[in-house]
């Protein structure tokens, strides 16, 4: 359909009442449609209904009625999180309605250049840190999306001398048509969410819509060092900048030198962005910069490039590079207790994620991990168990997976805690028992690998629990 322009009058279902839900439905009541939100919760569970009845907007909860979706309605927009298999969902699409998620709607509403940016880990870091970045070089940017602002209210707010920074998941960007961001970059694709998409051609393919709309006049900014990243090459039309930590690149943003697998990460090295035009610059020494991991100067590269590809002098990126010190939840320093330090990394909800974090430490860990059992044997871990850990303390849905590759690893200690109807209880169990295997110089480090909802609201829920628990120790 013509968005916005044909939504005055027109029927349109909004499904989720969660915050992206009630703003998209009150920037389409503004415009004119004739909106209602439909949310499968009760209506005692659904406070912000009140607050958009007020307004004229109509509000269906406690489950999908079979008349929710006719011909009369022209659009649906669904909470990310709501499967295609799920009723009111399959009977659009059946009708040929069109159905798109949140992003689609702010897109055609926002005057402001928009910056995607997506990837199976390190999306909120890099996403922040790049407003931080176009901030410090006076650029305007305005951080929306998963992260600050909900989308649609950050777009109706935004001019034309903003940039639009958005973090997007495979989940959004999966319900995109015509959503073009001036600049796009792809971090890194691991195999995650296929509960949600069935299969990894389906995860990678949403992912790749970030790309689909940009002309030659834009810019795609990709992971050269991974296969997924580059096996996308053949079908971008925007200008390529690529980022790598093992390749020293004639346009893009590379470490120098380059970094090489099992080489320890002590060499001295440089961040370059070269221009393309034979210039090389040098943005920062990688030892400065504020987060710690091999991971996180990738996610620093990736920035730099977007950072430089919406108009910052290379020569100011250096300040935010070192002063930036993270998000919590994402390889986040909690305290020091009996000589071992604590780190929260909730939101490691895959395996690679976890590897990644262990990459970044070379005192022996005492790794916290499980959660939610999405089908995998977690084997990815296994070569990092032997290398790295001292220890390994499982809870959750996987905690048996996690210790069956404990034992494979050659570990000693190992320690799985029964689940408790208290998910707090479980954790804190968890936090007492990784601190009787940590000794002074060692790291406690909470990395799952799993999502938290066998347990927990949220993996912030989980991160906040878990530091509680090293607090009370």
Known sequence: MNHPESYRGLQVIVLGLAKSGVQVAKVLDRAGAIVTVNDKKEREQCPEASE???????????????????????????????????????????LGIEVVTEVEVAYHLCAAP???????????????????????????????????????????????????????????????????????????????????????????????????????????????????????????????????????????????????????????????????????????????????????VGNALAAVAIAVSAGADPSVLAAPLADFKGVEHRLEYVLEHGGAKYYNNSKATNSKATVMALNSFKEPVVLIAGGLDRGSDMMELLPLFQERLKAVVAFGETREKIAKVAELAGLKQIKVVDNEEDAARTLTAAVQEASQFAAPGDVVLLSPSCASWDMFASYEERGRIFKEAAHNL
């Open 52 to 94: 958009l009845e007020a307004l004229g907007i109509s509000i269906v909860c406690g489950g999908h009625p079979d008349d929710l979706i006719h011909s009369d309605v022209k659009l649906v927009v669904k909470n990310p999180g709501i499967p295609y298999q799920a009723p009111p969902v399959q009977q659009a699409l059946a």
């Open 114 to 296: 928009m910056i995607g940016i997506t990837g199976s880990n390190g999306k909120t870091t890099t996403t922040t840190w790049v407003g931080n970045m176009l901030e410090h070089a006076g650029l305007k940017p305005i951080v929306a999306g998963n992260i600050g602002t909900p989308l649609c209210e950050a777009a109706e707010q935004a001019s034309a001398d903003n940039w639009m920074v958005v973090e997007l998941s495979s989940f959004q960007l999966k319900g995109t048509s015509d959503f073009r961001p001036r600049i796009a970059s792809l971090l890194n694709v691991a195999e995650t969410h296929l509960d949600y998409h069935g299969d990894m051609d389906d995860y990678v393919a949403s992912k790749a819509k970030l790309f689909s709309n940009q002309q030659p006049e834009d810019v795609a900014i990709l992971n050269w060092d991974d296969p997924v990243c580059r096996g996308l090459v053949p079908y971008i039309k925007a200008r390529l900048l690529p980022f790598s930590l093992t390749e020293k690149l004639e346009a893009g943003v590379y470490a120098d030198p380059p970094y090489v697998d099992g080489e320890e990460d002590d060499v001295k090295r440089q961040v370059i962005y070269a221009d393309g035009q034979g210039n090389h610059h040098i943005i920062i020494e990688v030892e400065d910069i504020g987060l710690l991991g091999r991971f996180n």
